[in-house]
């Protein structure tokens, strides 16, 4: 989408909102009064609601996890489908997604990272409901991130980025989540998808909760990938760190999550606090969230899981009021009474009681003792039960310890309350899980981190446990090396959660696979957080671009050493941070034009997979080809001017009507599953009529490949009946590649998405990719600069063009420091330049930072066929002057010419030569039928010495003088040089060698 920008003023206005983890700080479109006109709208397909609630009725039935939305898997660039307003120090960027007839909406992202300084907003359309800002604090590891829900069928984007982080942002949606039960925030007589059964008691209804005020405020309810609900507890461990230990479900996790093999739940939010101020009335708040987590340990038997908060309730702004409860893992008959606190089909927090002693039980029949089983009570204010969404909630005992989590129950909404027991994974048995040795599926190593024996615990306030972590804030994960002899400053965030009492101090070490002082120089040995102070300190990191082709790089970055008198500050648990290299460094390759097939084509049954399908009279597909298989295929950066499938069995009997193509780059590997995307260029439409063989689709506006990026073509039709497929051939890629639909009287262009399948159409592209030579003059900023090392060698692209010029191997250990190279003089022939020589017109000069007149190197220039025309046949040698070559200062004393070998680079040509005189101005040179003199000795000789031709007397290191060539003293006499030679004491000599054409 086309971003429109607008310049504009400057003005204050305050604004309040809700949030996650955030910072407090305003809506800028508010501060700047912006518009809400021409912001572009992505609308999203419509459900099939009571379908959904009938499948939900089924998959409900054992108080599992709970769905509440429908998943859009997507790929939205707020950064590029928003609208963009220029304001003072940086840009807003804004984008409304709608879902029609949605309770709520929420989103879920697979690319997402906030520079220093930037926020992020979301809100509904009248912007009484804001969550953010989202900022730098926000940011993951593996940059997936998740946001609450927006209680409407509108949500806003809002993203400001500071002018001078401009470019580093990222805020990809991969999931929008279309919600079809309520967000309950007022409680009334009315039912709603989302309520609970009418016999759930409200956790402040009194005497039900009085002596539970304290245990509520740990449980919380759980968005499952922004789909599902669920809930849990906040529990203490033995160390008293308050590390956000929470416990849950095994089976809330997702299908695949696992503490082995996949232990990312980025996609989680919960919340906290989530409940009815009174007993059933008042309004239930949702701004206390956290975001994403790691699943610690987990296992099936007694369906637990303990998640690590990434962000730990305790850092929010305000401060989330959260309790760590306590447990009890002791294999013993419990004490009588307790309650289960939880939030019954995502409702507000709600509380059951019982009276009874704990059953021992298996679950589903087993005999495993792995469970407890309670019924519950009629109690004052109704006669509570456990319900879908309510599973992972704790079971607290009468001393107020949990004695495990919620696996499940018997009965729906309160259909028969008496009969309804709650079933329940054992803290006992979780806790050693019959000796398992995998630390991941157990529960003590984590609750009870340093195996002090404690095998139950009451719970606590954040009160005496250690608050003041000094730990990464996770920050920059990867970076290029950048482009120049210019380094790259990132900045890593080191932040302590409570100002300390004192100085605090900890040093900074570096370790991992990048070289300190060639891949990086760490600006920072050591952080002083000082007395009173809160704020983050920073760790300045400069990136060097080295200029060596090499393998990406870690920096392990560790704080360590801590030295305070504050008792009550510690070293938190993410006491290092790795940052990835990435080598932006390549060897030239030739420019590669023409046709290139990507994909073998092995099969050819089937016609569900042919972009022709014309058994339906409306067709719409969506194909992503890789960047690695484009590549693997041959193709290069340039213009994909056609495309062409194999058509091998032709059934239709009539064209394809208003065969449509479209195409864009895409940062997805796999297509999101049925759901079609937008963002595409069109370059084709019109009627296409196949024949067996290669059909091929010559675009009206070629498509330009970036080189890098993966691509996804889509392809659409409109017929007005129907007809046969024609059955291309194809290819089976092993993932989701495909996403397509058809029907008959709909518009194909425009309808959504419904199959998603692994085969892929065999596809022939036609790319032009030109010249990857730099052949004009370079531009003010076109020259490229990067540091020339010993024996190092380094391949110099044009800065604007990113096309290739020269190449410079140093055969030496001097250090050339940073290289210029640029194009200095252009043309397509050759002129004259001194003794009846003539040289290239086009010619460079490489000027290093440390010039050393007898270093040796070798080096490489590149030149389009175009370039040489009929100079061509007579380039024998490579001229090298110590300033500019086609300086009016060139002589025999500053120049030097060397014999070059010329190997073809595609249609194109490399010339190489290699020079002991180090580095300057250079071309190819031809002969005009004279000679040129080079200077190889002068000065007077001190004593009776002997040259040897075959060691001593060379043209820089390639060619040595042989037997008969002419050389001359002082006086002119020339002799003939055998294999060796003598000149008597205090001659006076010069020897030159002479290049005749």
């Known amino acids: 989408m086309k971003r429109s920008i607008l310049s504009l003023s400057f003005s204050i206005i305050l604004y309040s909102c809700f949030a996650q983890l955030k910072a407090d700080l305003p809506v800028l479109s508010v501060v700047h009064g912006l518009s809400n006109e021409g912001i572009p709208v992505i609308t999203m397909p419509s459900i099939d609601v009571e379908g959904l609630l009938q499948e939900d009725a089924i998959n409900n039935q054992n108080d599992g996890k709970m769905r509440f939305a429908f998943p859009f898997k997507t790929e939205i660039d707020v950064l590029t489908e928003g609208e963009v307003r220029r304001v003072q120090d940086g840009t807003i960027y804004r984008l409304h997604i709608d879902c029609p007839g949605a309770k709520n909406i929420n989103f879920l992202y697979n690319s997402f990272f906030i520079p220093v300084g930037g926020q992020l907003h979301i809100y509904n359309g009248s912007k009484t409901e804001v969550i953010g800002a989202f900022t730098s604090k926000n940011n993951t590891v593996n940059r997936k991130f998740a946001t609450a829900v927006i209680n409407d069928d509108r949500a806003t984007l809002e993203y400001f980025e500071p002018a001078d982080v401009s470019d580093q942002s990222q805020i990809v949606i991969s999931q929008v989540a279309h919600g079809y039960r309520s967000f309950t925030l007022n409680k009334n007589n009315s039912r709603d998808p989302g309520d609970s059964g009418a016999c759930q008691v409200d956790i402040n209804c009194s005497p039900e909760g009085d002596n539970w005020q304290d245990e509520k405020k740990g449980v919380g309810r759980i968005t499952l990938n922004g789909s599902d609900w669920c809930s849990g507890c906040i529990v203490r461990n033995t160390n008293d760190d308050c590390e956000p230990l929470f416990l849950t479900a095994d089976h809330c996790l997702p299908s695949g999550a696992d503490a082995v093999s996949s232990p990312d739940v980025s996609g989680f939010v919960f919340y906290f606090n989530y409940e009815f101020p009174n007993c059933g009335s008042g309004t239930a708040n949702l701004s206390e969230s956290v975001s994403g987590g790691t699943i610690l340990a987990n296992d099936s038997p007694s369906d637990f899981a303990l998640i690590e908060l990434a962000e730990n309730p305790l850092d929010a702004v305000p401060t989330i009021d959260v309790y760590f409860a306590g447990w009890d893992a002791r294999d013993q008959t419990p004490v009588s009474g307790g309650v289960g606190i939880h939030h019954p089909s995502g409702d507000a927090k709600k509380i059951a009681t019982h009276s009874q002693v704990p059953v021992s039980t298996g679950w589903n029949g087993s005999n495993d003792d792995s469970h407890w089983t309670v019924n519950w009570d009629a109690t004052t204010n109704g006669h509570s039960v456990t319900e879908g969404g309510s599973s992972g909630s704790p079971i607290f005992d009468s001393n107020s310890r949990i004695l495990g989590q919620l696996h499940g129950g018997s009965s729906i909404n309160c259909s028969d309350p008496p009969n309804d027991p709650g079933v329940y994974g054992k803290v006992a048995r979780s806790w050693l899980n019959n000796g398992v040795t995998d630390n991941r599926r157990k529960l003590q190593p984590w609750l009870d981190p340093g195996n002090s024996g ?544």
């Not at 010029?805 to 140093?810: C, G, H, K, P």
């Open 454 to 997: 404690i095998n139950f615990m009451d719970g606590t306030y954040p009160i005496g446990c250690t608050l003041n972590k000094i730990q990464f804030v996770t920050s920059t994960s990867s970076v290029s090396e950048g482009s120049s002899c210019d380094s790259m400053e990132i900045m890593l965030e080191v932040s302590i959660s409570a100002a300390p009492a004192a100085n605090a101090t900890v040093d900074v070490v570096v370790s991992g696979s990048a070289l300190s002082g060639e891949d990086y120089v760490i600006m920072a040995t050591s952080l002083t957080f000082n007395s009173g102070s809160s704020a983050s300190q920073f760790i300045p990191i400069n990136i060097i671009e080295d200029g060596r082709i090499e393998s990406d790089e870690i920096i392990t970055v560790t704080i360590q050493n801590l030295n305070t008198t504050d008792a009550n500050v510690t070293i938190g648990a993410t006491d290092s941070h790795d940052v990835t290299v990435s080598n932006d460094d390549i060897a030239p390759n030739p420019s590669s034009s023409g046709d290139f097939i990507v994909g073998s084509g092995a099969l050819s049954t089937s016609g569900i997979y042919s972009p022709f399908r014309g058994y339906w009279e409306d067709s719409r597909f969506q194909i992503i080809y890789r960047a690695s298989d484009l590549t693997a295929a041959g193709m290069q950066a340039g213009n994909i001017n056609s495309l062409a499938m194999e058509v091998v069995t032709k059934a239709s009997t009539q064209p394809y009507s208003g065969f449509t193509v479209r195409m864009k780059h895409t940062v997805s590997n796999s297509h999101p599953n049925n759901s079609f995307v937008g963002g595409f260029t069109q370059v084709f439409t019109g009627n296409v009529t196949t024949t067996v063989g290669w059909n091929t689709i010559v675009f009206d506006t070629p498509f330009t490949w970036d080189g890098s990026s993966n691509i996804m073509i889509e392809t659409c039709f409109d017929n007005g009946s129907w007809t046969q497929n024609d059955i291309v051939k194809y290819d089976d890629v092993g993932y989701d590649v495909e996403n397509m639909n058809r029907a008959d009287d709909v518009t194909g262009c425009t309808m959504s998405g419904n199959f998603t399948y692994e085969f892929r159409p065999q596809m022939r592209f036609n790319i032009d990719a030109g010249s990857n030579i730099q052949t004009e003059v370079n531009s003010v900023s076109g020259f490229a600069e990067l540091p020339v090392g010993p024996f190092e060698t380094v391949h110099f692209y044009d800065a604007n063009t990113e096309k290739i010029m020269a190449t410079v191997q140093n055969l030496s250990a001097h250090n050339f420091g940073c290289t210029r190279v640029e194009v200095d003089r252009e043309g397509t022939d050759d002129v004259a330049w001194f003794d009846t020589l003539s040289v290239s017109q086009k010619t460079f000069i490489i000027s290093p930072e440390n010039p050393n007149g007898s270093a040796s190197v070798t080096v490489t220039l590149y030149y389009d066929s175009s370039e040489l025309v009929s100079f061509l046949p007579q380039i024998g040698s490579m001229g090298r002057a110590n300033v500019s070559i086609d300086d009016a200062g060139n002589s025999y004393a500053n120049t030097n010419l060397e014999s070059t070998s010329q190997l073809a680079f595609g249609p194109h040509y490399q010339y190489s030569s290699t020079f002991d005189s180090g580095l300057g101005g250079f071309g190819l040179v031809g002969g005009g039928g004279g000679c040129v003199d080079t200077l190889l000795v002068s000065g007077n000789v001190s004593g009776n010495q002997t040259f040897k031709a075959s060691t001593s007397i060379r043209t820089n290191g390639l060619t040595v003088i042989q037997n008969g060539a002419a050389i001359f003293f002082d006086a002119g006499n020339f002799v003939d040089l055998q294999e060796e030679f003598e000149v008597e004491l205090g001659a006076e000599l010069t020897i030159r060698i002479q290049v005749c054409n």
